[in-house]
C-alpha cells in the first residue's frame, strides 16, 4: 500500500483527489494539508464526504509528513509549491504537482507569463511534465511530475497526433476553449457570481493566459521551430467541464476518414481518450465525472482546414484524475486503477 498526501486540501481539486483515492485499491489517503483550514475536520469543508474522509486537514509540517508518506499531491494555487517541493524530494518522497510551478522549462518564460520568480532551473530540469497518454515512459521514472494544465490537457490531446505527423502549419493554430466555473476555484469572486454568471459567456485574459506558452512548450517538442499560437479562453454557466475547439491549417490534401485512423492509431493503447466515429461530436456531458477525454475530427475540404474538438471534465482529467492516473504510472500500476468511473449523465 502506498501512503499519500495531499497539500492544499480546501480546494476542488483536493475534494476530487479524496472522492477517487477513496476506492484506489493501492493508495491510502493518510493527511491531507490545508494552511487556511488546519484543525476543520475535511467534511466540514465538504459535508458530502463525511463518510469518505474523516481527516482533520493539519498545517504543513514537511519532516514529520515525510515520514509517513509515499507520495504527496499538490493541490495550491501557482507559486506555492515550489517552496516546498524541493524539501520532500531530498527525503526521495514523489510529488506529483497540479499547480503550474514546474510545468514551463525556462525561468525567464515562467516569470513573464505568471509574474512571479521561477523554482530553481534544476528543480525546472527535473520536472517530467505529466501529460500521462504522451510521456508515461518519462513519468515512470520520474520523482517530480508536473499535471498538466486543464486546458492544455484537452488542447495537447487533440493536437499532438496531426503535430506529430507534420499535418497541419504550427503557426496557423487558433484554440478557442470553455470552461464551467469550477475551474475558477472555490474562492469567492465576483465575476463567478451567479448573477454575473447566470445566462452569460465571458472570454477572458486574451492573449495573456499562462497555459497559452505550455501548450507551446508541449506542441514544440514535434516541429522544428518556435510556434506561436491563438488561444482565447471562455468561461460558461456551467459547473464543470472543458471544450476546447481546435483549427489549423493543413498541410496537404486529406480526408477526414484518413485523419480519423490516424487518431485511432495513435490511442488505441490509451484507454481513456476516446476517438470518436465521424458525424459524433462530443459534448462536456458525455465525459463528466470521468477521466475521459472525447475527441472529434472534421475536415474541412473546402478551406482545407482542420477542426479537432476535445472534451474533458476540468476537475479529472484536466486535474484530479491525471494526477491519480500518474501516480498508476509511477508505481507500475495500471493506468486505469481507480479511475474506471463511467461519466455521470445526464
Not at 469543508?45 to 463518510?51: A, E, F, G, I, K
Not at 481518450?273 to 462530443?282: I, Q
Not at 477542426?307 to 491519480?324: E, F, M, P, R, Y
Request: glycine share 6%; net charge negative.
Amino acid at each position: 500500500m502506498t501512503n499519500v498526501a495531499i497539500i492544499g486540501g480546501s480546494g476542488y481539486g483536493a475534494a476530487e483527489l479524496v472522492r477517487l483515492l477513496h476506492i484506489h485499491p493501492y493508495a491510502k489517503l493518510t493527511a491531507i494539508i490545508s494552511h487556511s483550514k488546519q484543525g476543520t475536520d475535511f467534511s466540514t469543508v465538504y459535508p458530502h464526504m463525511n463518510q469518505i474522509a474523516d481527516q482533520t486537514m493539519e498545517q504543513l509540517d514537511v519532516k514529520k509528513l515525510s515520514e509517513t508518506i509515499d507520495l504527496v499531491f499538490f493541490a495550491t494555487p501557482s507559486n506555492v509549491s515550489k517552496t516546498i517541493i524541493p524539501d520532500f524530494l531530498a527525503s526521495g518522497i514523489t510529488c506529483i504537482d497540479l499547480s503550474g510551478d514546474f510545468r514551463l522549462h525556462s525561468p525567464a518564460v515562467y516569470q513573464q507569463w505568471y509574474q512571479a520568480e521561477a523554482a530553481a532551473e534544476e528543480y525546472l530540469h527535473q520536472a517530467v511534465y505529466g501529460l500521462s497518454e504522451i510521456n508515461a515512459a518519462s513519468v515512470r521514472s520520474a520523482k517530480l511530475i508536473a499535471n498538466p494544465g486543464c486546458y492544455p490537457t484537452a488542447a495537447l490531446l487533440g493536437l499532438i497526433p496531426v503535430t506529430e505527423k507534420e499535418l497541419i502549419e504550427p503557426n496557423s493554430i487558433i484554440i478557442d476553449g470553455k470552461t464551467g466555473v469550477s475551474g475558477a476555484g472555490r474562492s469567492l469572486s465576483q465575476h463567478v457570481h451567479f448573477a454575473e454568471m447566470n445566462e452569460n459567456v465571458k472570454a477572458y485574459k486574451l492573449g495573456s493566459h499562462k497555459h497559452i506558452p505550455e501548450i507551446e512548450q508541449a506542441l514544440q517538442e514535434y516541429i522544428a521551430a518556435d510556434i506561436q499560437l491563438t488561444f482565447t479562453p471562455h468561461i460558461v454557466p456551467m459547473t464543470r467541464g472543458i471544450m476546447v475547439t481546435c483549427y489549423a491549417k493543413l498541410t496537404e490534401n486529406i480526408t477526414t476518414a484518413q485523419i480519423e485512423t490516424i487518431y485511432h492509431t495513435f490511442y488505441q493503447q490509451h484507454p481513456f481518450v476516446r476517438v470518436r466515429a465521424d458525424g459524433e461530436v462530443p459534448t462536456t456531458k458525455e465525459v463528466y465525472g470521468s477521466n475521459y477525454c472525447d475527441i472529434a475530427i472534421h475536415v474541412d475540404e473546402r478551406t482545407n482546414r482542420l477542426t479537432i474538438i476535445s472534451v474533458i471534465d476540468n476537475l479529472v482529467k484536466g486535474a484530479a484524475g491525471q494526477a491519480i492516473q500518474n501516480m498508476n504510472i509511477s508505481n507500475g500500476w495500471d493506468q486505469t486503477t481507480g479511475l474506471q468511473h463511467a461519466p455521470i449523465y445526464p
